[in-house]
């Protein structure tokens, strides 16, 4: 699934109604925003995953970026 969204003034990013959904995201869950070279991730706890209709477990998604990839070791 790749769907986009927008940063506001604010640096405010809204998570689509879908991938809330998908992934029983609900409102005040905690996202945590990890760097990974070129790639932003965002974890949140106590979603469930897609296939889980009842157990509540730890998830995470990533951001897709269009940048092309970088040798971790460019630059050292």
């Known amino acids: ?33 990890v760097m990974n070279g070129y790639q932003l991730e965002m974890r949140v706890i106590g979603t469930k995953l897609p296939q889980s209709k009842t157990k509540y477990v730890s998830g995470f998604g990533m951001i897709k970026s269009d940048m092309p990839s970088v040798d971790p070791h460019f630059g050292l």
Do not use: F, H, L
């Open 1 to 33: 699934m790749e769907i986009s969204t927008i940063v506001n003034r604010d640096g405010t990013v809204t998570i689509p109604k879908e991938i809330r959904e998908q992934y029983g995201i609900p409102e005040g869950a905690k996202v945590y925003c």
